[in-house]
């Protein structure tokens, strides 16, 4: 999570009213590797693209409603880590009751996802360096996508070693928010350079990494356009997204976006996921795993506060969350920001959630283990 990309969504977005989410609302919306050296030396031909001198097909949106399955098979809830905290005794917990955690993102100490892997091999991982100086967030965007990519595969692939065979997918940016259409382009041209270097040497990403609310319609158009979900299917890799949404999860469901009408089966934050894969990729032939690496309610994306504290209702909005993800086969699962959180993102911790016995009445452990024979 970015705090400068999470302000911008905030200015953006203007957000309807107030929506309690109970336990009937919750009822009624459930209804509807090998090893190689690097090789950051190789020749790279790719030119930068200039994408007015392309022609896009365009994608009319899918019109069907109700697209999908119901939804099916065990929870898809998983946890997004900066310091590893209760994770590790919460996915054994989940596994002795004969569940598992779907997914588990850890950010900067990713060495305890050796034990998570241990104790649950079912659990999708995924690691991100910690932001610095050698490994940044974010990445200028112009020049050759080749050369910036061999530099930044340079720095991350090194402090990978030790993890790299319990760790799925790596992050190797978080939330690069280019300004245009031609600079979302570029950094899928960048990707494709980064999958041909982590393939050389044994490593799948998870690329994008978009914060919650980007791209547009119109700029996922161009960004499937490079071929770069086609480069993705074909090396085993996976799509980063962040999805979230305040005070409930289903604030902005079935609003319009863009020139597009809206839909019963999307919304413009969570959910909005579903643009890209029903009106492109799943027409495209280019479905890849969808990585939900940061999600939850956060209330810097805007809209009004509820009188309750947001964990009385942070359990249900992620059932009914996980509902909508275990419509699509696709979706490997959602790591929830964040447990062990540093002092800026304090405020987001939910471990206490995780365990029965709670100040808020429901709680993790027991949702996801109803889920294990689903």
């Known amino acids: 999570m970015s705090r400068n990309d999470k302000q911008k969504v905030s200015r953006r977005w203007f957000l309807r009213g107030a929506a309690t989410l109970g336990i009937a609302t919750l009822t009624r919306q459930m209804g509807h590797r090998l090893n190689g050296p690097l090789d950051v030396g190789a ?39 900066q310091n590893p905290d209760g994770a590790p005794s919460f996915v054994e917990a989940v596994h002795e009751a004969g569940a598992y955690v779907a997914l588990v993102k850890a950010l900067g100490d990713f060495g305890y996802l050796r034990r998570v892997k241990a104790i ?34 340079a720095r991350h692939i090194p402090r990978w070693a030790y993890e790299a065979d319990v760790v799925d997918y790596w992050e190797i940016l978080n939330e690069n928010t280019p300004p245009t259409v031609a600079g979302h382009v570029w950094l899928a041209q960048f990707f494709i350079e980064a999958m041909d270097i982590a393939e050389a040497n044994g490593h799948k990403l998870a690329i994008f990494s978009y914060s919650t609310g980007v791209p547009q319609w ?15 299917k074909a090396g085993g ?13 289903d604030q902005r469901w079935n609003e319009p976006t863009e020139d597009l009408p809206p839909y019963g089966d999307r919304g413009v934050l969570a959910g ?9 990729l799943i027409p495209r032939d280019e479905v890849v795993p969808l990585l939900i690496t940061e999600g939850g309610l956060d209330p810097v994306v ?33 790591a929830m920001f964040t447990l062990g959180p540093t002092n800026t993102w304090r405020r987001y911790d939910y471990e206490e959630l995780l365990w029965p016995g709670n100040d808020y009445g429901s709680n993790f452990l027991d949702y996801i283990v109803s889920l294990k024979d689903a």
Request: charged share 20%; glycine share 8%; with cysteine.
């Open 43 to 81: 020749s790279f031909t790719g030119q930068e693209p200039d994408p007015t001198q392309e022609e896009h097909h365009v994608y009319l949106p899918l019109v069907a409603r109700n697209v999908g399955a119901a939804a099916h098979g065990p929870s898809k809830l998983g946890l997004h880590t």
């Open 302 to 334: 805007g809209g009004p506060d509820m009188a309750q504290p947001w964990q009385a209702r942070y359990v249900d909005n992620m059932a009914w969350y996980d509902t909508l993800m275990r419509e699509d086969d696709y979706v490997v699962g959602s």
């Open 120 to 153: 649950s091999p079912e659990t999708t991982t995924v690691g991100r360096c910690a932001p610095t100086s050698e490994t940044p967030e974010a990445i200028p965007i112009g020049g050759d996508p080749a050369e910036t990519a061999a530099d930044l595969m």
């Open 272 to 280: 909005r996921y579903r643009y890209l894969y029903r009106d492109f």
């Open 218 to 232: 119109h700029t996922w158009e161009a960004i499937v356009e490079t071929g770069v979900f086609a480069r993705a």
């Open 237 to 249: 890799h996976a799509l980063a997204l962040h999805e979230y949404d305040w005070p409930v999860i």
